[in-house]
């Protein structure tokens, strides 16, 4: 049992708080002087595979990190590709291309030897495989590929990492089967965020600004007066209730951009990153500037949304998830980007004409709603699961879903 080694009295000094006597304190630490004491969870991961790959035992070091930590596996692994990403993201905030708007979570450590911590803060850490990443390990293993080429990240050769302190806390003397346990209660007791809804918060995403311009600068009829689209759109929230006087969440309404800059393959990138280079190029190589973009994405959708503002006030079919998506990218097809542009002729509001968007399932059951056996009408699914039935319904009248929707059983 970890309570019964021995405690630790040399090693790096620090000064600790504690949170829970005997159990858990936390600290700051330099980004040297961890990647000396946190060994490189890649490495060790490496190692293990060569040791068995020769038949011999792995490090005790590597088999207790086994007991508390999940593998990061391949290069194709979702942890592996994570790592990557996370590396990108620090060494950019490192050079100040976030400006002051990027952080990092808390490091989370675990010695399974107790801490010697004196009444006014002081202890020390264990110097030689005595320190486990409980917690945030992917940020460790990115702190070290960035420190063993910090050239590859656009950092100076000779970066400081001395200079960066790093916030940390500390579970000591607890058992592999604590430890696990916290491991598990981190990572599956905690509400994940929707991940549109976190894409939505995203103010250096291009999606995301241009929904928020939007938002901003657009006022829509409301009765006898007008009134900010920004109030008509729930903020921090993945649902917007029947009753509600908004029309739709953040993250629905940058779904509506995001298919209306993209087309259809944006039904499957509304949760996820947009940049201007995912604007598609046309035959040429040739991509419109930004501002471009921006102006005929926001001039097309606030038409829109100013000419049916009446069916959102409604909370017809119009503001379900899917028929967004699905509308949205209806709408990239009048952008001059198109990769499949109206046909000579054809305006939106024409191809538009006469679908009813009651929320009844004689119209939508099957394209973007489910009905149940008793007739029961459900829109629980999301952009990702209808989206590109209703494009279909949406962009060909004549196909049986076209027909359902335009009301021509």
Not at 108 to 122: F, H, K, M
Request: glycine share 8%.
């Amino acid at each position: 049992m970890a309570a019964s080694l021995k405690p630790v009295t040399t090693g790096l000094p620090v000064n600790l708080r504690e949170i829970r006597k005997g159990v858990m304190a936390n600290g700051v630490i330099d980004c040297e002087n961890l990647l000396a004491l946190v060994n490189d969870p890649q490495e060790v991961e490496n190692a293990a595979k060569r040791a068995q790959k020769a038949a011999q035992p792995i490090s005790e070091y590597a088999r207790m990190r086994s007991d508390i930590q999940r593998l990061i596996g391949t290069a194709s692994s979702k942890k592996a590709k994570n790592i990557g990403e996370y590396a990108d993201y620090i060494a950019a905030g490192l050079r100040g291309d976030h400006g002051d708007g990027w952080s990092l979570p808390q490091i989370t450590l675990w010695s399974p030897r107790p801490l010697v911590i004196s009444e006014d803060g002081w202890s020390a850490l264990p110097i030689k495989d005595g320190l486990f990443a409980l917690d945030s390990e992917t940020q460790v293993t990115a702190w070290h590929r960035i420190k063993a080429s910090p050239v590859a990240f656009d950092l100076d050769a000779d970066f400081d990492f001395g200079a960066i302190p790093l916030s940390f806390e500390i579970f000591h003397g607890i058992s592999v089967i604590a430890a696990r346990q916290i491991f598990h209660d981190r990572n599956l007791k905690g509400v994940p965020v929707d991940k549109s809804l976190a894409m939505s918060m995203d103010g250096r995403d291009f999606g995301t600004t241009v929904t928020r311009k939007l938002m901003e600068s657009l006022k829509v009829p409301a009765g006898e007066t007008t009134t900010p689209l920004s109030s008509l759109i729930l903020m921090g929230k993945r649902q917007v209730s029947e009753k509600a006087v908004e029309w739709m969440t953040l993250s629905v309404l940058r779904t509506l951009i995001s298919t209306a800059m993209l087309g259809k393959a944006g039904i499957h990138a509304a949760s996820t990153g947009i940049e201007h280079e995912d604007i598609p190029a046309d035959d040429e190589g040739f991509r419109p500037d930004k501002a471009v973009v921006q102006r005929e994405v926001m001039e097309t959708v606030g038409a829109f949304l100013q000419e049916n503002a009446a069916l959102f006030h409604s909370k017809t079919a119009i503001t379900a998830p899917a028929v967004v998506a699905g509308l949205g990218a209806t709408m990239n097809r009048a952008m001059s980007w198109s990769a499949y542009p109206l046909p000579d002729g054809l305006t939106l509001d024409r191809l538009l004409e006469g679908i009813h968007w009651e929320r009844e399932a004689k119209y939508w059951g099957g394209v973007a709603a489910k009905v149940n056996d008793r007739g029961v009408v459900s829109w629980a699914g999301g952009a990702r699961d209808s989206g590109h039935k209703v494009y279909d319904a949406l962009n060909h009248p004549e196909s049986g879903a076209g027909k359902q929707i335009r009301g021509r059983f």
